[in-house]
T-cell receptor, first 111, second 113 residues
């Protein structure tokens, strides 16, 4: 089955800096790669996703890149703000399977 | 008007008891899931139902039994609760009309004493 590795497990940045979180997946049949943000005590919320027929997607300060050959995908957050502080999860899913999550990255943005 | 709702939000119980968590979605989605989030925040798939039919059953003790009376509901019953069952349990749903995006319920914090 699918296995998703996520790095780093913790990330501390200064307000205004960029943050990058990287994930790798094992199943070459996976074709959907979302990113979720989870604030303390809340449910995971989808922030951006990308499908295997696209290499990059951007939404304001966040962007995701996908390298299918290397089975890597990354989340980029620019101009970080204190409210970006949360746990971020990458995930991958193939046809007919459930979403498999990485172990999460705790992002801390200090002002 | 919550899209995916689950009850109760908190559940505190003794070892050996049996408990249930209920989940309902009003999005018209075909597929529903149960995920377990442990103390290290790891989100692990437990079960997946599509139109009331079990399609994914990960390595979960058979003390856990999901039940889907219709495609809008997926309940989780746990028998003989153990300390290691303490976690947050999230219900979720997805549908083809939304590009299979996963929508989570607000979670049930289960504490087994």
């Amino acid at each position: 089955g699918e296995n998703v590795e996520q790095h780093p497990s913790t990330l501390s940045v200064q307000e205004g800096d960029s943050a990058v979180i990287k994930c790798t997946y094992s199943d070459s049949a996976s074709n959907y790669f979302p990113w979720y943000k989870q604030e303390l005590g809340k449910r995971p919320q989808l922030i951006i996703d990308i499908r295997s027929n696209v290499g990059e997607k951007k939404d304001q300060r966040i962007a995701v890149t996908l390298n299918k050959t290397a089975k890597h995908f990354s989340l980029h957050i620019t101009e970080t703000q204190p409210e970006d502080s949360a746990v971020y999860f990458c995930a991958a899913r193939g046809p007919g399977t459930a979403l498999i999550f990485g172990k999460g990255t705790t992002l801390s943005v200090s002002s | 008007d919550t899209a995916v709702s689950q009850t109760p939000k908190y559940l505190v119980t003794q070892m050996g008891n049996d408990k249930s968590i209920k989940c309902e979605q009003n999005l018209g989605h075909d597929t529903m899931y149960w995920y377990k989030q442990d103390s290290k925040k790891f989100l692990k798939i437990m079960f997946s139902y599509n139109n009331k039919e079990l399609i994914i059953n990960e390595t979960v003790p058979n003390r856990f039994s999901p039940k889907s009376p219709d495609k809008a509901h997926l309940n989780l019953h746990i028998n003989s609760l153990e300390l290691g069952d303490s976690a947050v349990y999230f219900c979720a749903s997805s549908g083809r009309e939304f590009g299979e995006k996963l929508f989570f319920g607000s979670g049930t914090q289960l504490s087994v004493l």
